[in-house]
């Protein structure tokens, strides 16, 4: 049966409008009972997130998924980035949790409260941001899989987990500071605003090569105290045959301390490093350029 010109416009706006709610924070414009709770809230028999690890930066192709630019929510107009290098902002972080546990993201993956995950309006999905709590300092890396928050003055919503780590979960929003995260295809790793020191924390030792690629490193750690950072560089000088540093950084949430292995001579040789590390108990580390 052939559908009337008018039925078949509305079952295309229809089917936009589900498409939109499968945002986490956008509104469910079609009414129905798609999730399962009206108002959202934390799990009711809570969640120890304190072995939960970041999300891991890495190179992911770009997707047509979840990336339509410009889309309207609540009758504005949001652009996603075309690339978000350089992208630092502070605003007010909020959570989703249960409401939305199990529902589809705007990029068709699946919303898991309890994996290190955030939704933004316009960063490039699937991305990584490091999240920062300006008001006790605590940092975690998320990856954003989700479009919104929508509601006026915010600026992302992170998973419950993520709040958790952030400390805010209680209260429900936080000021933050959201610095975006790329990685290159050959995965080396740049963090947005942060600058490079003028002298490291520690002399680093004489390199073992600059040939190849000079300036990668993998990085273990990064503390806002140097205590804890030059005893994780003791840790790994005594199992890798490699110049280990302690590198100052001061980023524009303060300065950190970076545990640093290298320089490489190729990224393939930091890329053995780094999981050898990862296997002898260095949680996950990443690989960088050496102004990181």
């Known amino acids: 049966m052939k559908l009337p010109r008018r039925h078949i416009t509305l079952l295309v706006l229809a089917l936009s409008a589900v498409v939109l709610a499968g945002c986490a924070s956008s509104p469910d ?3 129905s009972s798609r999730y399962s709770i009206a108002q959202d809230r934390a799990p009711a028999e809570g969640f120890d997130a304190s072995g939960l690890a970041d999300a891991v930066p890495r190179y992911e192709p770009p997707r047509s998924a979840g990336n339509r630019s410009p889309y309207t929510v609540w009758g504005k107009q949001y652009t996603v980035m075309s ?11 909020s959570w989703y949790g249960e409401k939305f546990h199990g529902h589809k993201t ?14 933004h309006k316009s960063l490039p999905i699937p991305g990584y941001a490091r999240v920062t709590n300006l008001d006790n300092g605590r940092s975690v890396i998320v990856r954003v899989n989700d479009r919104g928050p929508f509601h006026d003055g915010r600026l992302i919503d992170l998973s419950y987990a993520a709040a958790i780590k952030l400390g805010y979960q209680a209260q429900g929003t936080a000021r933050v500071e959201v610095a975006a995260i ?8 740049r963090v947005a605003g942060e600058n490079a020191p003028a002298q490291p924390a520690t002399p680093a030792p004489t390199p073992v090569s600059t ?26 000088e005594a199992l ?21 292995v290298g320089p490489f001579q190729d990224s393939d040789q930091a890329q053995r490093t780094r999981q050898q590390l990862a296997d002898s108990g ?8 050496d102004t990181r």
């Open 29 to 31: 414009s079609s009414g």
């Open 83 to 93: 690339d978000a290098s350089g992208y630092v902002e502070r605003g007010v972080a």
């Open 106 to 119: 705007s990029n068709g993956e699946v919303f898991d409260m309890y994996a290190m995950s955030a939704a």
């Open 182 to 189: 790329t990685v290159t295809p050959d995965g080396v790793v």
């Open 211 to 236: 040939a190849g690629t000079p300036g990668l490193f993998v990085q273990l750690g990064s503390f806002s105290n140097a205590g804890p950072a030059r005893m994780m560089a003791e840790q790994a």
């Open 240 to 260: 890798v045959p490699f110049s280990v540093r302690v590198r100052e950084v001061e980023t524009s949430s303060g300065r950190y301390h970076r545990v640093q």
């Open 282 to 289: 260095f949680g996950e580390p990443i690989l960088l350029t």
